[in-house]
């Protein structure tokens, strides 16, 4: 039975290395699935730290321009800016939030804004009772927002608006739209990218790859 015993004991021997290898192999793959989520949290957070600096800039910019016109409102202003980024120091180890928690983070956003424009802004919210709880990116809407602002509503003459709509545009699709009034973009311009608009795409692809979409329209009103 030698040579019997010497085949039994060679597949034996054979067995024992291809599951080894199928579990060595399974662990590489384990650890590299582990470090691609890690290098992607990394990428969002450092988009995340690099949008909030811009935000900030463009925020204490706003009350600086306010404080020649009128100090208390100005004063006030500072006030709502230090709950908002008590706010946004709350969320910001989470890349999503719910579309409600976006929203009520916007509003305080737009609160400081209405501050500052008085009549000149209004805004109007669209927003599909189904969609509150569906799950976004955190700060995905304000830079949009502060971008309709900043060119859309600030060189107005006239009053400015901002409509915000949400709604489930095919089963677990959400669909987000941020218009404004503004001029529009030239014929012969392209839409640019800025640093909140670049870092939103960023952000999408990063989180979503190609099951988002990202797109700077001109409409006809």
Known sequence: TFFFNMLVYWVVVTVAHAVAYSDSLRERERRL????GRLSSARLMALQMQLNPHFLFNALNGIGTLMF??????????VRLAELLRH???????????????????DRYLTLEQMRFGERLSV???????????QVPNLILQPLVENAIKHGV?????????????????????RLEVQDNGKGLA?????G?????SNTLARLNQLYGSGAQFRLEAVPE
């Open 33 to 36: 699935v582990e470090l691609e």
């Open 69 to 78: 016109r009128d100090v208390d409102a100005a004063d006030a202003m500072l």
């Open 88 to 106: 946004a120091l709350d969320r910001s180890g989470r890349q999503l939030v719910s579309l409600r928690e976006e929203m009520a983070f916007l």
């Open 124 to 134: 109007s919210r669209e927003i599909a009772p189904e969609v509150f709880e569906a």
């Open 154 to 174: 600030e060189p107005l003459l006239v009053p400015g608006r901002i409509a915000i709509r949400a709604v489930e545009s095919s089963p677990g699709r959400l």
């Open 187 to 191: 014929p012969d311009r392209s839409p």
């Open 193 to 197: 990218l800025g640093v909140g608009t």
